[in-house]
């Protein structure tokens, strides 16, 4: 599936590293933004998840 655009979202994950498997390998959102322990950033198409 690939996501072209997202309206607003902001997840509370308590593993970030799980987070970033998810969303990084199986929805293939690339990590445009880290900070280890603290937040990621994902782009979605021409929108941002984080």
Same mark, same amino acid.
């Given at each position: 599936?690939? %996501?072209?655009? /997202?309206?607003?979202?902001?997840?509370? /994950? @308590? +593993?970030? +590293?799980?987070?970033? +498997? #998810?969303?990084? +390998?199986?929805?293939?959102?690339?990590? /445009? @933004?880290?900070?280890?322990?603290?937040? /990621? #950033? %994902?782009?979605?198409?021409? @929108?941002?998840? %984080?």
């Amino acid at each position: 599936m690939k %996501f072209t655009q /997202i309206k607003e979202v902001c997840l509370y /994950i @308590s +593993d970030l +590293d799980v987070a970033e +498997d #998810f969303y990084g +390998d199986v929805l293939e959102m690339p990590v /445009i @933004s880290k900070v280890e322990g603290r937040h /990621i #950033f %994902f782009r979605c198409g021409t @929108s941002v998840l %984080f």
